[in-house]
């Protein structure tokens, strides 16, 4: 499989690799969204603080390195201010990748995660020749993450039971999909 970039970027929103440079920048950002972070992902049921979070980036380092996952910080193209965070992670099926967000609460509500999420679908479709299909799963309780999915043009495929395994779990995900030629065509039709 060929090396995703380290870095990406669509003009606004640029993501880098998750790296220790970035941790005073980042646990300032968790802190700051730790209500809503908690709520709803998996690594923020555990107190953050710095060996947390070098942990956290030995583990994405691994996993980079083992091509199973690809975690990006992102942040303000026109400042470099931190925004937060998105990935792309492989799946059990070798032609689907899924794609996972968030945005620190200060910076909601502008696009941003619609943005990193663009253009992590556009990177799996150009640098994971074997990749025909993108998810983004979220609870069904999780409206700000199905707007995302929406507004990017995914399909809703189904609703499936899923583990309660952090505070705001409903134990319902959604799951939307995009399939390679239906992004091209996406794409295609926006920049016209
Ligand atoms: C979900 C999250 C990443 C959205 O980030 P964001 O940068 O605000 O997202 P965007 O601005 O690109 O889009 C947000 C959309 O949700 C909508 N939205 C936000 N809060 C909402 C709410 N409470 N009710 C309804 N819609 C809401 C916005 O209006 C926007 O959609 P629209 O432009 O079609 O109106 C952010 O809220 C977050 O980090 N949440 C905590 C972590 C998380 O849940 N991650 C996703 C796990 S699947």
Request: with cysteine.
């Amino acid at each position: 499989m060929p090396l995703m970039p380290l870095r990406l970027s669509d003009g606004v929103v640029g993501l880098r690799r998750c790296s220790l440079g970035d941790r005073d920048a980042s646990i300032a950002a968790m802190e700051e969204s730790w209500s809503q972070l908690h709520d709803w992902l998996l690594w923020a049921q555990h107190e953050m603080d710095v060996a947390y979070f070098d942990d956290l980036i030995k583990d994405y380092d691994e996993a980079w390195a083992n091509v199973t996952d690809w975690r990006y910080f992102t942040f303000d193209a026109a400042d470099e201010s931190f925004l937060g965070a998105a990935n792309i992670y492989t799946m059990s099926d070798p032609e689907m990748v899924g794609i996972g967000y968030w945005v620190r609460s200060s910076r909601t509500g502008r696009g941003y995660a619609t943005r990193a999420s663009r253009i992590l679908t556009s990177a799996a479709f150009d640098y994971l020749p074997l990749v025909q299909t993108v998810e983004i799963q979220m609870d069904v309780g999780n409206v700000a993450s199905v707007a995302v999915a929406r507004r990017l043009g995914f399909r809703l495929v189904s609703e499936i039971p899923k583990e309660r395994l952090v505070p705001a779990s409903s134990g319902r995900a959604l799951l939307w999909r995009i399939d390679r030629d239906e992004w091209r065509d996406h794409t295609t039709a926006r920049s016209n």
